[in-house]
């Protein structure tokens, strides 16, 4: 049933998980294909009167029909035994109500008008929708995606319901939200569906920093806000790689923070790639998303304006840029591209091919080779002191005078000259 047998109808490819609605017992169901040797795993959710099974890679989920009620704090529900009409009616939306008879082929419609929302592109909640999704906040996300990756219109008062009801998203676990933004980014309607998460208030309940991009203007090189400007980026840029979708999403959420306006009455955000890797790390944690791509997604908004600003690049800026950001390089490349396509259009964007040519014929040289030649350990010891921050910033050091060309990596008698020239220097 389900969102297998709506997009069967629809004729668009499908997820790979299935769920089976009995009236008998689902724990049952499933006790008995493991009997007959049939699955290579099992979990079983007697709370939910639910149980899985995979079968050749494939779940299945085995959902007993049943009715559900919610507590205020809480988007778990308590489940009684009920009718095949009672489990549809606890679903999100009537087009992922309808059914297929195993038996028969035949398709059912318990809620009477499933089918006829699908066939003209209505998404409407079997309930009402404010009871809908004040029990489940949850599905006031899964609307908005299943609005824009369907194409589908609201039902009247649905959306209000939605607007009403966005405080509710409280209750909703920060790994499932970002389990339905994920989905969200990975279409290319994103950019549309985050306009939609806006209007509709749910974006400022985990990403409130967003809204403060609403209506800030930005200067002549810009026809549009802040956060218009975003959705016209990742609109253009939009990409298979997350990585750079999250990238061009989050590349200007600091300029509000660093927003100034110079003597000559300039606009000005100096500093907001900086303050914004810092944010962007904040702000994905706060989701709970994994920490390489926090790391990867963050160093990109920490370093989307380097390219532009190398309007005359020379080899060891290219052999630097390798160096910090390997292989997301080309991810890098191509935030910057998203963001020059949303420029103001009489503004002639940064030609970056100079740029991507030197880049092009480092490609044979391992970054290895602009590392220090010391390593942390052997700073601290020749330097004699305390280890700190300050090691870093040596190694960096020594590093940016290997891709420079004035110092071999290899050259270990040389590098601690230069790392006691460092030393005199101040370095804390």
Same mark, same amino acid.
């Given at each position: ?19 089976? #609605? ?30 899985? $099974? ?8 085995? #959902?007993?029909?049943?009715?559900e009620s919610y507590t205020h704090d809480s988007r778990k ?6 009718? $095949? ?195 962007? +790390? ?13 790391? +990867? ?19 060891a800026a290219a052999r630097r840029l390798r160096r910090d ?70 190694? +960096? ?14 050259? +270990? ?16």
């Open positions: 049933m389900g969102g297998a047998v709506r997009d069967h109808l629809l004729g668009t490819p499908g997820g790979s998980d299935w769920d089976l #609605v009995t009236t008998g017992s689902a724990e049952e169901a499933v006790e008995r294909l493991r009997a007959a040797g049939l699955g290579e795993a099992f979990t079983v959710f007697p709370r939910f009167r639910t149980a899985a $099974v995979w079968i050749e890679g494939q779940r299945l989920e085995f #959902v007993t029909a049943r009715r529900p308590f489940t009684e035994v009920g009718t $095949v009409e009672d489990d549809a009616r606890r679903r999100d939306f009537t087009v992922n109500t309808l059914m297929a008879d195993l038996e028969s082929g035949q398709i059912v419609d318990p809620m009477g008008h499933g089918a006829a929302d699908l066939q003209t592109g209505i998404l409407r909640t079997p309930a009402d929708p404010v009871t809908t999704f004040r029990d489940d906040p949850l599905r006031m996300l899964r609307a908005v995606r299943f609005r824009h990756r369907l194409g589908f219109a609201y039902a009247p008062g649905l959306a209000s319901a939605i607007e009403s009801e966005a405080h509710r998203l409280e209750i909703v676990s920060a790994e499932r939200i970002q389990e339905e933004l994920v989905k969200i980014m990975e279409r290319p309607s994103a950019a549309d569906a985050l306009a939609e998460l806006m209007q509709l208030g749910l974006l400022d309940r985990f990403w409130p920093e967003f809204r403060a991009g609403v209506g800030m203007a930005q200067g002549p090189f810009h026809h549009l806000d802040v956060w218009d400007h975003t959705l016209l980026a990742l609109r253009n840029g939009h990409t298979a790689d997350p990585v750079v979708n999250w990238a061009i999403l989050f590349h200007d959420v600091a300029k509000p923070a660093t927003y100034r306006v110079d003597e000559e009455g300039r606009i000005r955000f100096f500093g907001h790639e900086s303050e914004g890797e810092a944010l962007t +790390r904040q702000m994905m944690t706060r989701l709970r998303f994994p920490g390489e791509m926090v790391d +990867r997604v963050s160093a990109l908004v920490g370093g989307h304006m380097r390219p532009g600003s190398l309007t005359n690049p020379t080899r950001f390997g292989d997301d390089l080309s991810a890098l490349f191509q935030v910057v591209t998203a963001d020059q396509s949303a420029l103001n259009p009489s503004v002639t964007p940064v030609d970056l091919r100079p740029l991507r040519e030197l880049v092009a014929e480092e490609q044979h040289t391992p970054t290895s080779a602009y590392e220090s030649p010391l390593n942390g350990s052997e700073i601290v010891s020749l330097a004699g002191r305390e280890p700190g921050p300050w090691v870093g910033a040596a190694k +960096r050091y020594l590093s940016d005078l290997v891709v420079e060309g004035q110092l071999d990596t290899g050259d +270990r008698e040389a590098a601690t000259r230069a790392l006691q020239d460092f030393l005199n220097q101040g370095a804390q």
